[in-house]
């Protein structure tokens, strides 16, 4: 049952489940999705850690519009529920563009409170021609809804992934043209200040363990460029996995919580 939280003045949905030994887990989602995103992961998790899967705002039960707001209000809504749970030290696992508010909430916290962060299939690069434009697109009312078709076919892939493909066509509604304009706006704007998540991640104050873990796009030069960040910082490291959709919490989530597991260990 996903339970609510008024945090600076807005609801958050929020689940929190598992009391094991390990170290807390905070599960995020990116943009367009709810916690129901980490379903198939969560089982893989709990029994051995406490795992809190929150949604943005504006993402959980109620869908009514809201005033804007950006990744600056994703990380003070996180912290104040986290906060309000009494969730010490936590580790946070993000999807996609749900990154940037992770990196900016592990930067804001610093390393004592939150000593690693995984990343999950995010573009690691500067935004491609291509993913700029559909952020474009998605920014245009006239506009929008071909682009968030094609950021979704993208998501799939072509793949038949049945679990995929019901969270994706199924899951993922109830959000507007005002909600896919503020992600693609956002996320524009992220790669404009930082270049690239990359480039976010050099800028911590304090580095610490970080996972990268992806199947897309499969292409040699993307590893390389993976393999020279890892050279100049060795607290980074990732793993490509051979799925077929944007979603490896959702298609492959045994090899993601065994990523996860491993990343614990270096920061032990």
Not at 113 to 142: C, K, S, W, Y
Not at 220 to 234: G, I, K, L, Q
Request: overall charge negative.
């Amino acid at each position: 049952m996903m339970n609510t939280m008024t945090v600076n003045g807005v609801q958050i949905g929020f689940d929190d489940q598992g009391f094991g030994p390990g170290p807390v887990l905070v599960l995020l989602t990116g943009w367009g999705h709810d916690l129901r995103a980490y379903d198939r992961l969560l089982p893989h998790l709990r029994t051995d850690h406490r795992v809190v899967r929150v949604c943005w705002r504006g993402h959980g039960p109620d869908r009514t519009p809201l005033p804007d707001f950006g990744v600056a209000e994703q990380v003070e809504d996180t912290i104040a529920l986290l906060d309000a749970l009494e969730v010490g030290s936590f580790v946070p696992v993000s999807h996609s563009h749900g990154g940037w508010a992770a990196m900016d909430i592990a930067d804001r916290l610093g390393r004592d409170r939150v000593p690693g962060v995984v990343l999950l299939d995010m573009i690691m690069t500067p935004a491609p021609p291509e993913f700029v434009a559909g952020l474009h697109a998605i920014q245009n009312e006239d506009t929008w809804l071909a682009g968030r078709d094609g950021l979704l076919r993208s998501w799939l892939d072509g793949s038949d992934n049945e679990a995929v493909r019901h969270h994706v066509l199924y899951e993922c509604g109830g959000h507007g043209y005002a909600m896919w304009a503020r992600s693609g706006r956002e996320i524009e704007n992220a790669y404009a200040t930082w270049g690239s998540p990359m480039g976010r991640l050099e800028k911590l104050a304090e580095p610490r363990p970080v996972r990268h873990v992806f199947s897309h796009p499969k292409l040699a030069a993307y590893d390389e460029h993976h393999e020279r960040f890892r050279a100049r910082n060795p607290w980074f490291g990732y793993r490509r996995l051979d799925g077929e959709t944007h979603f490896p919490g959702i298609e492959l989530p045994e090899q993601v919580a065994a990523e996860i597991r491993d990343l614990l260990t270096e920061i032990r």
